[in-house]
């Protein structure tokens, strides 16, 4: 079955840096775009960035262009978000998703992992 696990959250103070992975199974990452999106406390989910299939082309929130750099290894199943500049805005639970056709349509999506920026 299909499972992705994030990773790499924490707690950082604003200016610093994180690198969220994800970790694919029970199924061809390579035929996939992925996205993350996000869910700060008492609002709803925004798309943060998102990847075709290859690596070729990648996507970003106005929020977080500049800062954020997604990635991918389809060779190690692990989709990646490098994030630098991190203000206490991009506090929330980060979660990996599995797109179908466009980066605003999804089917799974993992546990997510914690972002914390303190000010």
């Known amino acids: 079955q299909v499972q992705l696990v994030e990773s790499g959250g924490g707690l950082v103070q604003a200016g610093g840096s994180l690198r969220l992975s994800c970790a694919a199974s029970?199924?061809?990452?390579?035929?996939?775009?992925m996205s993350w999106v996000r869910q700060a406390p008492g609002k709803g989910l925004e798309w943060v960035s998102g990847?075709?299939?290859?690596?070729?082309?990648?996507y970003y929130a106005d929020s977080v262009k500049g800062r954020f750099t997604i990635s991918r290894d389809n060779a190690k199943n692990t989709l990646y978000l490098q994030m630098n500049s991190l203000k206490p805005e991009d506090t929330a639970l980060y979660y990996c998703?599995?797109?179908?056709?466009?980066?605003?349509?999804?089917?799974?999506w993992g546990q997510g992992t914690q972002v914390t920026v303190s000010s």
């Open positions: 998703v599995k797109n179908l056709g466009h980066f605003s349509v999804y089917d799974y």
């Open positions: 029970g199924f061809t990452l390579s035929s996939y775009a």
């Open positions: 990847i075709y299939s290859d690596g070729s082309v990648t």
